[in-house]
């Protein structure tokens, strides 16, 4: 469950409880209320019948006395009346309460007490005593509950559903303001997130508030800030480190134009040549110092250290361009470079980055075979499905294959290969960086590496580029 909709349960949740707390109370007061109403206009009707009954008993008698609570009884009133005689004859007959409890009452006091009907059903009964023909008898004003019950149902029922309203506003409320305050921040900063694991420090996140979630977001950006130049700084060491290794190859192939020029400038200097073969030897040491400075030249260019420089490359050129630089490192290796590629494969790439990459693939493949052998190098396009973590869907990709015959990687340390500084390396043979470095390559050209070994099989790694590479 997401956050808003946590936070949206948890205030509807909250806001339930207490407008169905606020709502219960209220039917309690509501209940209260009507059931004293009920009660004051019971003592109400009792304070004006016993004066006027009393009066008419003592000037008309009895009998009219009994006509006038018959006729106050027979109107449209929901209170029903009749004379009940507390002693005598017939005493107490249908009275609800007891005798003796009327006779502790205080005169001009009544009482009311809710009691079954004969039926068994509940009614309001009050009871006002009073002394008539020397004898203790009492008005009853009874009433059914019905009235009250109804009025119970339709409170309950206004209250729940103002309840239910209002949990329903608030519920929609919270959850719009918070899929505007929190929820849209939070997938802008899980988008910047998912942007840094895919190796993309360019686009900061920016939100327009200024709360702590903004907060969040420039650290976020100085964080991303800090590791685009951290990876930049790891992929430039790799860089340095993958020149040493290329340096004494270098040496030696700069060692055979070197002798050339040494020779044919001796040769000069000492006149031991004539005119035809001194243009001829300076033909020779310019032609061998253009070797040289290209040499040189192509091993700057890799160790330089520079942003990215995405363009328009042809793939099958940066692998050949890398493949050359690579030979004498391997040939000192008795290891064959071969390049095997169905035509120009272009994509927007930084082509020194691709060659770092490469670079660092050739020479783990070149390592892995101490006893000599072939590392292939195939270049086409193929129709492939990313990882699950890529986000991309199937379609086609240029895809780089490096193959070598060498010692394999174990299965228990395939899962690692390219974590950073993992290596199985002896200590001073490898910084454990050169495949992580180039598995960072790949994932900022939008692209991945797979790897597939055996022990004592080989292994291939599977570089994926887009087509149309970003820009």
Sequence with gaps: MRLVQKLSLAFMVGTTAILAANGYFRVRREVTLFQADRVRD????????????????????????????DAASSGESRVRLRWVWLEGDGAARGVRVAPAEL??????????????DDHGEDERYTYVPMSEAGRAGALELSEGLDAERSYTRRTIVETVGTTALLALVTTLLSYLLGSWLVGRPIRALVEKARRIGRGDFAEPVRLASTDELSEVAREMNATSDALGSAIEQLRHADRLTTVGKLASGVAHELGTPLNVVVARAEMIAAGDATADESREYARIIVDSAQKMTR?????????RRRGPRKERRDVTGVAQHTLELLRPLADRQHVALALESGGPQETNVDAVQIEQALTNLVVNAVQAMPGGGTVEVSVGRERARPPPD???????????????TGEGIAPEHLPHVFEPFFTTKDVGSGTGLGLSVAYGIVRDHGG??????RPESGTTFSLFLPVQGPS
């Design 103 to 116: 006779a502790r009452l205080a005169p001009g006091s009544m009482i009311t007490r809710i009691a079954p």
């Design 295 to 303: 040499i040189i030249r192509q091993l700057l260019e890799f160790a």
């Design 42 to 69: 019971h003592e109400l009707i009792g304070r004006t019948l016993r004066a006027s009954v009393a009066g008419v008993w003592r000037s008309e008698g009895e009998a009219d006395a009994m006509r006038l609570i």
């Design 390 to 404: 890529h986000g991309a869907t199937e379609g086609e990709w240029v895809a780089v294959r490096v193959r070598d």
């Design 448 to 453: 991945w590496i797979d790897v597939a070994s």
